[in-house]
């Protein structure tokens, strides 16, 4: 139940690229926060659900008593997270609109080797914890992750990031042309070789 608010994602990304690459930082800022606010409310109202209706989610998968009391206890573990992750990859997804995909990639990456990583570590291998010891690590990776990518999201200077994504469109554009200028020089050049080719053709006799 992670993926439900993948379109407003989707939807973020689109519009916010589009207003910063058609000038309009406002717009971009508007649509961002928009985005933000949809996918938390809609990601809190299925979390509410799924924890709701645990007893009954569990039920459908098992019946052993012993696995549907451990699978209960990691229930609201797993709501905090999923409500954490969709923060952050809300956040992560307008950061890449804004071209800033190494800041954000860059943060994720770090905070997991970081965080969550050495924390899963010790409590499976030296403080022989359970299965919520590791639950708890991947909270406190995405909490952390998640926090400072929307510090870098509330912090943004849209004007800047508008300009440079109208940049490097105008760039991408000219090598775009570049590259269409050469594959049309090289057409033509085969063109007049295989022209040249046919004029000096000759026929040779037994």
Same mark, same amino acid.
């Given at each position: 139940?992670?993926?439900?608010? *993948? ?7 689109l519009r916010v ?75 992560? *997804?307008?950061?890449?609109a804004q071209n ?71 760039? *991408? ?34």
């Amino acid at each position: 139940f992670e993926y439900f608010p *993948t379109g407003f994602t989707t939807a973020a990304e689109l519009r916010v690229s589009r207003h910063l690459g058609n000038r309009r930082p406002g717009m971009a800022k508007i649509a961002a926060y928009k985005s933000m606010i949809y996918s938390i409310v809609s990601t809190a109202i299925i979390t509410f659900c799924f924890c709701y209706y645990r007893y009954e989610l569990i039920g459908l998968y098992t019946n052993e008593d012993e696995i549907e009391e451990m699978l209960n206890d990691l229930v609201l573990l797993v709501g905090i997270a999923n409500m954490v992750m969709v923060i952050g990859v809300m956040a992560y *997804t307008i950061l890449c609109a804004q071209n800033r995909t190494n800041l954000a990639t860059g943060t994720y990456a770090f905070l997991s080797f970081a965080t969550t990583l050495p924390m899963s570590v010790y409590f499976v291998f030296f403080g022989d914890y359970g299965l919520q010891s590791i639950v708890f690590s991947l909270i406190v990776g995405y909490s952390l992750s998640s926090l400072i990518l929307v510090v870098f999201l509330l912090t943004t200077n849209w004007r800047r990031c508008s300009e440079a994504v109208v940049r490097k469109a105008a760039k *991408t554009q000219e090598e775009q042309a570049r590259l269409s200028r050469a594959k049309e020089k090289k057409r033509r050049a085969k063109e007049a070789q295989k022209d040249i080719e046919s004029r000096f053709k000759f026929v040779t006799i037994p």
